[in-house]
């Protein structure tokens, strides 16, 4: 299973982005796509999940009222939509695949590989 992140870029405080992430292999209903993010010399932080079958969304409080995860079962695809943007929201940003929606990354198998968001004030 391979997944990709992308659609990050630089924007300015205020702006809203989405990101995609696909993925080679199928998302089973079971399973969970997580978001997480990154800075440099900082632990990956935990962003945002959804269960795949249900739709049930979960987000860290940093983030809560202003990024909205979705996803396309379809096409295989979740999305992140980022509103209301903020400098500190600038990092590299991952999607994850899970079998439950947990803020700790050491609990999802696979990884894409990141996307760079850039906030500037």
């Known amino acids: 299973v391979q997944l990709q992140a992308f659609g990050g870029g630089l924007v300015q405080a205020g702006d809203s982005l989405r990101l995609s992430c696909d993925s080679s292999?199928?998302?089973?209903?079971?399973?969970?796509m997580g978001w997480f993010r990154q800075d440099p010399g900082k632990e990956r932080e935990f962003v945002g999940a959804?269960?795949?079958?249900?739709?049930?969304?979960y987000y860290a409080d940093s983030v809560k009222g202003r990024f909205t995860i979705s996803r396309d079962t379809a096409k295989n695809t979740g999305y992140l939509q980022m509103n209301s943007l903020k400098p500190e929201d600038t990092a590299t940003y991952y999607c994850?695949?899970?079998?439950?929606?947990?803020?700790?990354?050491?609990?999802?198998?696979?990884w894409g590989k990141g996307t760079l968001v850039t906030v500037s004030s």
């Open positions: 994850a695949r899970g079998t439950s929606p947990d803020n700790n990354p050491g609990h999802y198998t696979y």
């Open positions: 292999g199928r998302f089973l209903s079971s399973s969970v």
């Open positions: 959804i269960r795949w079958g249900r739709g049930s969304t």
